[in-house]
């Protein structure tokens, strides 16, 4: 996986975004094989704590022999360089050749400890953590940023910091943390940053659909890395798209039941109570509203049902059984 990044070919290299609560082990391992297109996925970060860095199911899921159909990196999200050493180093051990640091995430319980995007405002911090963490980690590291906290230039004092160090790759979602996921990406400040930073950069936010992918790539020749997170959970053949297999209708709904079967067969195996299935399988099928043609009605009642057999019929409903 490692300096496997297609920079000199034509054809885009393609990670899966973290998505907390949805794009776990169990959705990349079965979105691999019923869809496909992405050669690498970001995992959800962990939050390493001081009685235990990562917990052993957090090391399962992104272990790499879990992982095999598409190689994962782990993300942790911390502001604390000795807590980060001691759970990069478990990741290590079981396997991992890289490393994930999370400044982007923009709840505000994190950024008000300083930690995900509440770092960007403090790039001596942010200074002090690599000058400790990259040195010691033994595994490459890469970082996932926003422009900034509440302002957007936040940015330009950070990236000659992260330009001190010698990183895998820098991942920009180019909005500010007080945007959250709203309003529009702002794609000027990621023309004048990009070239700035002197690793390679993932372009990552709002590509939801092929011509958009086209239109972005026009626009910055240089980028070839890209990062897709709930675009492709809407549309699971988007990654396929890009690289210009269009999927015949009916087989695209039938691997949008397969991805269902396999990820309710998984849930239903793994927790315990129909509620709980119920929950995660809803949280999938959120992203799934408008993916449909004609379904939305359907998929809107199918989201308010309690009982896991009404769930399942709603499902036959809408992509037959
Ligand atoms: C529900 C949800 C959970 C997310 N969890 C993470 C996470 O664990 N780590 C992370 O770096 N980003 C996380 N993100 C951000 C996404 O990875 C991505 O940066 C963002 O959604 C923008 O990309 P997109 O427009 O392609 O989805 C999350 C986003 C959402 C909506």
Same mark, same amino acid.
């Given at each position: 996986?490692?300096?496997?990044?297609?920079?000199?070919?034509?054809?885009?290299? @393609? #990670?899966?975004?973290?998505?907390?609560?949805?794009?776990?082990?169990?959705?990349?391992?079965?979105?691999?094989?019923?869809?496909?297109?992405?050669?690498? *996925?970001?995992?959800?970060? #962990? !939050?390493?704590?001081?009685?235990?860095?990562?917990?052993?199911?957090?090391?399962?899921?992104?272990?790499?022999?879990?992982?095999?159909?598409?190689?994962?990196?782990?993300?942790?999200? *911390?502001?604390?360089?000795?807590?980060? =050493?001691?759970?990069?180093?478990?990741?290590?051990?079981?396997?991992? /050749?890289?490393?994930?640091?999370?400044?982007?995430?923009?709840?505000?319980?994190?950024?008000?400890? +300083?930690?995900?995007?509440? =770092? &960007?405002?403090?790039?001596?911090?942010?200074?002090?953590?690599?000058?400790?963490? #990259?040195?010691? #980690?033994?595994?490459?590291?890469?970082?996932?940023?926003?422009?900034?906290?509440?302002?957007?230039?936040?940015?330009?004092?950070?990236?000659?910091?992260?330009?001190?160090?010698?990183?895998?790759?820098?991942?920009?979602?180019?909005?500010?943390?007080?945007?959250?996921? +709203?309003? /529009? !990406?702002? &794609?000027?400040?990621?023309?004048?940053? *990009?070239?700035?930073?002197?690793?390679?950069?993932?372009?990552?936010?709002?590509?939801?659909?092929?011509?958009?992918?086209?239109?972005?790539?026009?626009?910055?020749?240089?980028?070839?890395?890209?990062?897709?997170?709930?675009?492709?959970?809407?549309?699971?053949?988007?990654? =396929?798209?890009?690289?210009?297999?269009? &999927?015949?209708?009916?087989?695209? @709904?039938?691997?949008?039941?397969?991805?269902?079967?396999?990820? &309710?067969?998984?849930?239903?195996?793994?927790?315990?109570?129909?509620?709980?299935?119920?929950? %995660?399988?809803?949280?999938?099928?959120?992203?799934?509203?408008?993916?449909?043609?004609? %379904?939305? +009605?359907?998929?809107?009642?199918? =989201? %308010?049902?309690?009982?896991?057999?009404?769930?399942?019929?709603?499902?036959?409903?809408? @992509?037959?059984?």
């Amino acid at each position: 996986m490692t300096n496997s990044c297609k920079d000199s070919d034509k054809s885009p290299w @393609l #990670v899966l975004a973290p998505i907390r609560g949805v794009t776990d082990a169990a959705f990349r391992s079965a979105h691999a094989a019923i869809f496909g297109g992405f050669d690498e *996925a970001l995992a959800p970060f #962990v !939050v390493p704590e001081r009685a235990h860095p990562v917990r052993a199911r957090d090391l399962a899921e992104v272990s790499p022999g879990r992982n095999r159909a598409l190689p994962t990196v782990p993300q942790i999200l *911390a502001d604390d360089a000795e807590l980060f =050493l001691q759970t990069a180093s478990l990741l290590a051990e079981s396997g991992c /050749k890289v490393v994930n640091w999370n400044l982007g995430c923009p709840h505000p319980m994190v950024t008000r400890r +300083k930690r995900g995007a509440g =770092l &960007l405002p403090h790039p001596d911090r942010i200074e002090a953590f690599l000058s400790q963490v #990259v040195p010691a #980690v033994g595994l490459e590291v890469s970082v996932k940023l926003r422009l900034g906290m509440n302002d957007p230039s936040e940015i330009l004092q950070v990236i000659p910091v992260l330009n001190r160090f010698a990183l895998r790759e820098v991942i920009i979602h180019p909005r500010t943390a007080a945007q959250m996921y +709203k309003g /529009k !990406v702002d &794609l000027d400040a990621f023309e004048r940053v *990009a070239p700035l930073c002197s690793h390679p950069v993932v372009y990552n936010g709002d590509l939801c659909d092929a011509s958009g992918f086209q239109v972005l790539s026009r626009r910055f020749p240089g980028i070839s890395r890209w990062m897709i997170g709930r675009g492709a959970l809407s549309d699971p053949s988007l990654a =396929l798209a890009i690289r210009g297999q269009t &999927l015949e209708p009916a087989d695209r @709904l039938q691997r949008y039941r397969r991805l269902h079967d396999s990820m &309710l067969a998984h849930y239903t195996e793994v927790l315990q109570g129909q509620a709980h299935v119920i929950d %995660k399988m809803a949280g999938l099928w959120s992203y799934w509203v408008d993916a449909i043609p004609g %379904k939305r +009605k359907l998929i809107r009642r199918l =989201l %308010k049902i309690r009982e896991l057999d009404r769930f399942k019929a709603g499902v036959d409903q809408i @992509l037959g059984d």
